[in-house]
């Protein structure tokens, strides 16, 4: 079966339970569901994520999960942040027609490192962003099985952005991601 992601959007510091801050679902930018559907530089889906971790965004400099509905429950709650997600009707949101192309670096704030995400080698366009902060990768159909798939999710709930320039004193991570 098919695992689903949806992009959540969680408060800044962790909690016995996650607060959701936001979250997006690829349905509303008519995108498919699986990671590798989605997980692409340029799509509309991907975009809107960049969008909210960009300095102009609403969301800039948050913790992000790309939550699958496969993954672990939350401690003390018999749902996942995905489950959780479909419930909660009122903190989905919508970003259309927005420019993320000048924001090539992901940074990792928490673990002080950053990714140039054009720097794929063998003329990949997988976004690095969604296998970076994943949770429940290899679970179901869908998922990412290529090369690096051992660093899916190590930034999952990190505090993220996306910027034009690398951060000072920031380590560069090349996780060159391809099928």
């Known amino acids: 079966m098919g695992q689903y992601y949806n992009v959540v959007f969680l408060a800044d510091?962790?909690?016995?339970?996650?607060?959701?801050r936001l979250w997006l679902s690829s349905h509303n930018y008519m995108q498919g569901s699986k990671l590798t559907e989605h997980a692409f530089i340029g799509n509309p889906f991907v975009v809107a994520a960049e969008w909210m971790l960009c300095p102009k965004g609403a969301m800039y400099m948050s913790r992000i999960v790309w939550a699958g509905d496969y993954a672990d429950n939350e401690e003390n709650i018999n749902k996942n942040l995905h489950n959780l997600c479909e419930e909660d009707n009122e903190n989905i949101i919508i970003?259309?027609?927005r420019d993320t192309?000048?924001?090539k670096y992901i940074v990792n704030h928490t673990k002080r490192l950053y990714v140039n995400k054009m720097r794929q080698n063998n003329n990949s366009d997988i976004h690095p962003?969604?296998?970076?902060?994943c949770e429940g990768n290899g679970r179901?159909?869908?998922d990412?099985?290529?090369?690096n798939m051992?660093?899916?999710g190590t930034w999952a709930r990190?505090?993220?952005s996306m910027e034009i320039q690398p951060p000072e004193n920031f380590t560069e991570l090349v996780c060159e991601f391809y099928e």
Do not use: A, F, Q, W
């Not at 510091?13 to 959701?20: A, R």
């Not at 990412?144 to 090369?147: F, K």
């Open 129 to 133: 962003l969604p296998l970076l902060v």
């Open 144 to 147: 990412y099985y290529g090369n």
């Open 95 to 97: 970003v259309r027609n």
């Open 150 to 152: 051992d660093l899916c």
């Open 158 to 160: 990190d505090t993220i």
């Open 13 to 20: 510091t962790k909690h016995k339970n996650e607060i959701i």
């Open 101 to 103: 192309s000048m924001y």
């Open 140 to 142: 179901g159909g869908g």
